[in-house]
């Protein structure tokens, strides 16, 4: 094969047999050579998307042999990564909330917070039936599908300014048997409907415009328009509070994914807007403020 991209001399990943333990280790030193910190979690994600094998498996046979068509589909993946493509666009499935989604570049690939605001959504909305739920900026569709398969008999919308993002939510929504729970549009913010929800969701963009080009490498592989929330990054989320007057019932409730920097702007658009709401901020797993809940008019969902 020549010089392999692996270690920078002329011996290929594939020119001896590798031990899954071996392997590992070649893979993870390798994705660290090239700035990627999380190497030994995603050394173990490309092996066992490559040997088909769980974390259990994975474990157990570490003395296994991999087979040279197997080790050529590993370097394949590497190939691709040490040009920090997010690896999630290579195996074409990103794990979020227990589930895994199709992503691909036109979608932005789903984050451990957007499943605290899922969480929020579950744990507010627990006792109640029949709600309808608008997801705004809806991507590969994590929000509506998860919600459609734990809240089995609500009503959902979801949309999106991508035609090629609702396709792939679409394709996501038919893998979780939940295709006809929800009505995809596609379209920016609520340009399709004049319907009022008991709950609004959405994880639009909130990365301020001059802050692009600092961020990780691999970001630069994600959609601009999911990324891009404006001059300040707030731009996107404050159209949908003064939009959200329009699609709100008295007792409705707004979840919002937010920069930690926003939330004070935020608040103080939304008790313009709704002069009677109550409003909440929780917080990541780092304590940065990421979850805005807004009940407009004071009222909790009833």
Same mark, same amino acid.
């Given at each position: =094969?020549?010089?392999?991209?692996?270690? %920078?001399?002329?011996?290929?990943?594939?020119?001896?047999?590798?031990?899954?333990?071996?392997?590992?280790?070649?893979?993870?030193? $390798?994705?660290?050579?090239?700035?990627?910190?999380?190497?030994?979690?995603?050394?173990?994600?490309?092996? =066992?998307? $490559?040997?088909?094998?769980?974390?259990?498996?994975?474990?157990?046979?570490?003395?296994?042999?991999?087979? $040279?068509?197997?080790?050529?589909?590993?370097?394949?993946?590497?190939?691709?990564?040490?040009?920090?493509?997010?690896?999630?666009?290579?195996?074409?499935?990103?794990?979020?909330?227990?589930?895994?989604?199709?992503?691909?570049?036109?979608?932005?690939?789903?984050?451990?917070? $957007?499943?605290?605001?899922?969480?929020?959504?579950?744990?507010?909305?627990?006792?109640?039936?029949?709600?309808?739920?608008?997801? +705004?900026?809806?991507?590969?569709?994590? +929000?509506?599908?998860?919600?459609?398969?734990?809240?089995?008999?609500?009503?959902?919308?979801?949309?999106?300014?991508?035609?090629?993002?609702?396709?792939?939510?679409?394709?996501?929504?038919?893998?979780?048997?939940?295709?006809?729970?929800?009505?995809?549009?596609? %379209?920016?913010?609520?340009?399709?409907?004049?319907?009022?929800?008991?709950?609004?969701?959405?994880?639009?963009?909130?990365?301020?415009?001059?802050?692009?080009?600092?961020?990780?490498?691999?970001?630069?592989?994600?959609?601009?328009?999911?990324?891009?929330?404006?001059?300040?990054?707030?731009?996107?989320?404050?159209?949908?509070?003064?939009?959200?007057?329009?699609?709100?019932?008295?007792?409705?409730?707004?979840?919002?994914?937010?920069?930690?920097?926003?939330?004070?702007?935020?608040?103080?658009?939304?008790?313009?807007?709704?002069?009677?709401?109550?409003?909440?901020?929780?917080?990541?797993?780092? %304590?940065?403020?990421?979850?805005?809940?807004?009940?407009?008019?004071?009222?909790?969902?009833?």
């Amino acid at each position: =094969m020549g010089k392999s991209i692996l270690d %920078g001399r002329s011996k290929s990943l594939i020119a001896k047999q590798q031990s899954i333990q071996s392997l590992h280790s070649l893979i993870a030193s $390798t994705l660290e050579q090239h700035g990627i910190t999380e190497n030994h979690i995603e050394a173990d994600i490309i092996i =066992m998307d $490559t040997l088909a094998i769980n974390r259990v498996e994975l474990i157990s046979s570490q003395d296994s042999i991999v087979s $040279t068509d197997q080790l050529h589909s590993i370097e394949s993946i590497i190939t691709r990564r040490i040009h920090r493509e997010p690896l999630a666009y290579i195996l074409g499935y990103q794990p979020f909330y227990g589930l895994d989604f199709a992503v691909n570049s036109n979608v932005l690939i789903p984050r451990p917070e $957007t499943e605290l605001l899922v969480e929020e959504i579950l744990n507010t909305t627990i006792s109640y039936n029949n709600l309808s739920v608008a997801d +705004i900026g809806t991507g590969s569709g994590v +929000i509506a599908v998860t919600l459609a398969i734990m809240r089995g008999n609500y009503k959902f919308y979801a949309v999106d300014q991508s035609a090629a993002a609702v396709e792939l939510a679409k394709q996501n929504a038919k893998a979780h048997n939940v295709l006809g729970k929800i009505d995809f549009k596609t %379209g920016h913010l609520f340009a399709n409907t004049k319907d009022k929800f008991d709950v609004i969701v959405s994880n639009l963009p909130y990365i301020p415009s001059s802050r692009l080009e600092q961020l990780d490498p691999e970001l630069s592989w994600e959609p601009l328009q999911a990324l891009d929330g404006g001059t300040d990054g707030s731009e996107v989320i404050s159209k949908l509070i003064y939009e959200s007057v329009l699609h709100v019932k008295p007792d409705s409730t707004i979840f919002l994914e937010i920069d930690h920097s926003h939330s004070d702007k935020l608040i103080n658009i939304a008790n313009k807007i709704f002069p009677a709401s109550s409003i909440q901020i929780k917080q990541d797993l780092q %304590g940065f403020d990421r979850i805005l809940i807004i009940n407009p008019f004071g009222r909790n969902l009833t």
